[in-house]
């Protein structure tokens, strides 16, 4: 685990990506693999035309993030 970053497989799609909960609002998210060939949301937006070098993350794998901290696998940092 690099600078506190934990790996995270996405619920909806199975990406995977490296997270760390500063806090309940923030989250930092680095993508290990390339979004738009593996989130099936990047792609589809990405075939829509969309600038996705734009977009932080898809709502499927925020969602996947909000879960994993609720079941306790995934930390809050200082809490």
């Known amino acids: 685990m690099a600078a506190g970053l934990a790996p995270h497989d996405c619920r909806a799609c199975g ?11 923030h989250t930092s998210i680095q993508w290990v693999t390339d979004a738009v060939a593996s989130c099936p949301v990047f792609a589809e937006r990405a075939a829509e035309g969309a600038n996705t070098a734009l977009l932080d993350t898809c709502e499927r794998l925020t969602g ?3 879960a994993a901290v609720e079941d306790g696998t995934l930390e809050v940092s200082g809490g």
Do not use: M, Q
């Open 15 to 25: 990406t995977c990506v490296l997270v760390k909960k500063n806090s309940r609002k």
């Open 64 to 66: 996947s993030i909000a």
